[in-house]
């Protein structure tokens, strides 16, 4: 399974990458914006918004250009407990 991640920290991009190859999951972390985000993003199977440290326009774009297939959870804090807890959730 795959998940990308909108927002968060820089600092902890690398830890985000781990806590999701922990569960099993493929990530991509995108903590700034980029050039060509729609297409980078592609088509995850989780989309996770860490919406404290993200612009509203990068959310838009990234709930344009992902499937209906797509689930989309949004969290205020960007900690890597709150990740878990996400991670789990989606595992149960």
């Given at each position: 399974m795959s998940v990308v991640i909108l927002g968060g920290?820089?600092?902890?991009?690398?830890?985000?990458?781990?806590?999701?190859?922990?569960?099993?999951?493929?990530?991509k972390v995108f903590c700034k914006p980029c050039a060509d985000m729609k297409s980078r993003i592609g088509t995850p199977d989780l989309l996770i918004l860490f919406t404290h440290t993200i612009s509203h326009k990068i959310v838009r774009c990234a709930l344009t250009c992902v499937c209906g297939d797509t689930k989309v959870v949004r969290s205020?804090?960007?900690?890597?407990?709150?990740l878990r807890d996400i991670l789990k959730e989606q595992m149960a």
């Open positions: 920290n820089e600092c902890m991009e690398r830890q985000y990458s781990n806590v999701c190859r922990k569960f099993g999951y493929k990530a205020h804090t960007s900690s890597v407990n709150s």
